[in-house]
């Protein structure tokens, strides 16, 4: 007789990636993260969502295993990828998990040129350097163009397509993307989250993205988080979100009557505001 087919894999063994009540503190003393618990789907891209010092950063390190750098620690919770906890990783073993941090501020190594900083994100030796270079450069046609230029000469748009670019060389399974917007014009900011979403749809790869750009950040993802004081405070699909009136005065400078406000408003309402 036959054995009982084996069950099917969770979607948690098909690879979502989940944070699971972290607490993070730096130096042992500054609480940052207060329990947070977010998931980033298999496949799909999810934006997380606050203002300047809600605790992003921290919680794209927590996942990527990049806090000890910056003398912090998870000292609550959980983060796992796949069933497999990450966790416990250092930042290496974490990039082998298949998650990878292109960091804020896209970092480059500006006296390399543009197709020697791709082929420095091959680190772990996975694929074919040379079908990679291929790949990315369809991806990112500008740095095709830019091949042999020094990546110190390249815009802020280039460059951050360059750290993506960089970034994918290792094959990851879960992209994490720390503020891709920030600084840039808003016709590259949309090239930028295009691109991204057609690697994601074409090679099923999921995206956790870091944004105060709500505006953007939500018409690119499936599902949100907003985050404020080192919590999460709201939740829901992209789209929900996006029509949802607190989030829609608070980050998309919009009243109930389809009116933008002025920066001055949202400014001092961004004072005021309290999500709980
Ligand atoms: N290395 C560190 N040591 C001490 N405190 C830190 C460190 N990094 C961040 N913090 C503190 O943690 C809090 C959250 O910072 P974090 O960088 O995670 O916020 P963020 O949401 O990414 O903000 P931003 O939008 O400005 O990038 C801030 O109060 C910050 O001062
Ligand atoms: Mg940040």
Redesign the pocket.
């Known amino acids: 007789m036959q054995s009982a087919a084996p069950p099917p894999p969770t979607l948690a063994a098909q690879g979502d990636l989940t944070v699971n009540n972290v607490e993070v503190v730096?130096?042992d003393i500054?609480q940052?993260l207060r329990g947070v618990s977010l998931s980033v789907r298999a496949g799909r891209v999810t934006a997380l969502l606050?203002?300047?010092?809600?605790?992003?950063?921290?919680?794209l390190?927590a996942i990527s295993g990049l806090l000890k750098p910056?003398?912090?620690k998870i000292r609550e919770g959980t983060v796992s990828f796949g069933g497999r906890v990450l966790s416990a990783l250092n930042g290496t073993d974490v990039v082998k998990a298949g998650v990878v941090q292109v960091p804020?501020g896209r970092r480059v190594f500006k006296h390399l040129n543009v197709e020697e900083n791709l082929r420095a994100g091959a680190i772990l030796g996975r694929g074919h350097w040379q079908s990679d270079l291929e790949r990315i450069y369809t991806y990112f046609p500008k740095l095709r163009a830019l091949r042999s230029r020094q990546a110190g000469y390249t815009s802020g748009g280039e460059q951050q397509m360059l750290a993506i670019g960089r970034a994918l060389m290792a094959h990851p399974r879960v992209l994490l993307l720390?503020?891709p917007s920030l600084g840039l014009a808003p016709l590259l900011v949309a090239e930028i989250f295009e691109n991204v979403r057609r690697i994601n749809q074409e090679e099923g790869l999921s995206v956790l993205v870091?944004e105060?750009n709500a505006n953007i950040a939500l018409r690119h993802s499936d599902y949100g988080y907003v985050?404020e004081g080192?919590r999460i405070v709201m939740e829901g699909e992209s789209a929900e979100l996006a029509s949802n009136p607190d989030v829609k005065e608070f980050y998309l400078g919009v009243t109930e009557h389809g009116q933008r406000k002025s920066f001055r408003d949202v400014k001092s309402y961004k004072r005021r505001k309290r999500w709980m």
């Open positions: 730096y130096h500054i940052v606050g203002t300047n010092g809600a605790g992003k950063t921290t919680t390190r910056e003398n912090g804020e720390d503020e870091v105060q985050m080192g």
